[in-house]
């Protein structure tokens, strides 16, 4: 389909292990965010990029937390040393225009994270 | 910091019923406000975009309306069906940022 797509769908990890989430925006969308879901709660922004430019990670909760998009495209959320409170559903959203309101954001299925 | 709140966090209606979802917010000076769907275990679908400029926005059953100055916006949904079940959560673009800030949601049950 066109919609954005993520990888894995669900992950489980033992606490201090390292994960990776992966991305896949619509084609040609400019903007990409990641945002996180705790159970019960509404998504909370981490961070977000226009084109391969990280242009605000202040949403990321810690310097375990790194994204990166290097050629503007696919994104990467990675998650060093695992934590039980990292156990969340982690959305990926992207739009079409450069970093304005104007722009819906289409989201994706979401990867969700367990940390035992 | 914009802070979104939604109410009800829960509502029960019998199939047929027309309803309405409240949202608030604490700073007017956004760009848009959008209403997604959130089914158990799935990501967010986009229900409705309401510009700063619009005051309301219609998609079949549902409409959506905006009151910046009163920082409050509306989700009616008209004629209420089971398959309506599920989590509506209202999102603001403010001008200071580059995310969504969204409620906590209003989870609705419809019953047949």
């Known amino acids: 389909g066109a919609g954005v797509s993520q990888s894995p769908r669900y992950k489980v990890a033992k606490r201090g292990q390292d994960v990776a989430l992966r991305c896949d925006p619509i084609?040609?969308?400019?903007?990409l965010f990641w945002y996180q879901q705790a159970l019960g709660q509404g998504p909370e922004f981490l961070t977000y990029?226009?084109?391969?430019?990280?242009?605000?990670k202040s949403g990321l909760p810690s310097d375990r937390f790194f994204a990166e998009r290097p050629e503007g495209s696919v994104s990467t959320l990675k998650i060093q040393r695992t934590q039980q409170e990292d156990s969340a559903v982690y959305l990926c959203?992207?739009?079409?225009?450069?970093?304005?309101?104007?722009?819906?954001?289409?989201f994706g299925p979401g990867t969700r994270l367990t940390v035992t | 910091k914009q802070e979104v709140t939604q109410i009800p966090a829960a509502l029960s209606v019998p199939e047929g019923e027309n309803l309405v979802l409240n949202c608030s917010f604490t700073?007017?000076?956004?760009?848009?406000l959008q209403w997604f769907r959130q089914d158990p275990g799935k990501g967010l679908t986009s229900l409705l975009l309401?510009?700063?400029?619009?005051r309301e926005q219609t998609s079949g059953r549902l409409n959506a309306s905006l009151d910046k100055s009163s920082g409050r916006s509306t989700l009616y949904i008209a004629a209420s069906q089971p398959g309506d079940s599920a989590t509506y959560l209202c999102a603001v673009f403010s001008n200071s940022g580059y995310a969504l800030n969204f409620g906590k949601g209003t989870s609705l049950l419809v019953t047949p």
């Open positions: 700073d007017s000076a956004i760009y848009n």
């Open positions: 959203a992207s739009s079409l225009a450069s970093g304005t309101g104007s722009a819906e954001q289409y």
């Open positions: 309401i510009q700063s400029s619009q």
């Open positions: 990029f226009q084109n391969e430019a990280q242009l605000d």
């Open positions: 084609s040609g969308h400019v903007s």
